[in-house]
């Protein structure tokens, strides 16, 4: 069995939060935002993980209001 690496799994871990949990509304901003923060991903990466679901989920309001969150925190 291969084992991730701790980013990969960080990746992981943020991705399936924004999409199992704050895009079906199980959880909210201030969440999300507690996440992000503690996953300490660099702004590239971030960046990358927001296009990619965006793109599965284009003109998502909640995104937009995530993205702008992340950008008012300098995550991006």
């Given at each position: ?7 990969t799994t ?22 999300l935002?507690?996440?992000i923060r ?5 702004k590239?990466k971030?960046?990358?993980?927001l ?25 991006l």
């Amino acid at each position: 069995m291969e084992v991730k690496s701790i980013e990969t799994t960080t990746e992981n871990w943020v991705r399936g939060s924004i999409v199992k949990a704050y895009l079906r509304s199980e959880k909210d901003l201030n969440w999300l935002i507690g996440i992000i923060r503690d996953a300490n991903l660099d702004k590239e990466k971030l960046r990358g993980i927001l296009d990619e679901v965006n793109s599965y989920y284009p003109n998502n309001i909640r995104i937009k209001e995530l993205e702008n969150s992340c950008n008012d925190n300098g995550f991006l």
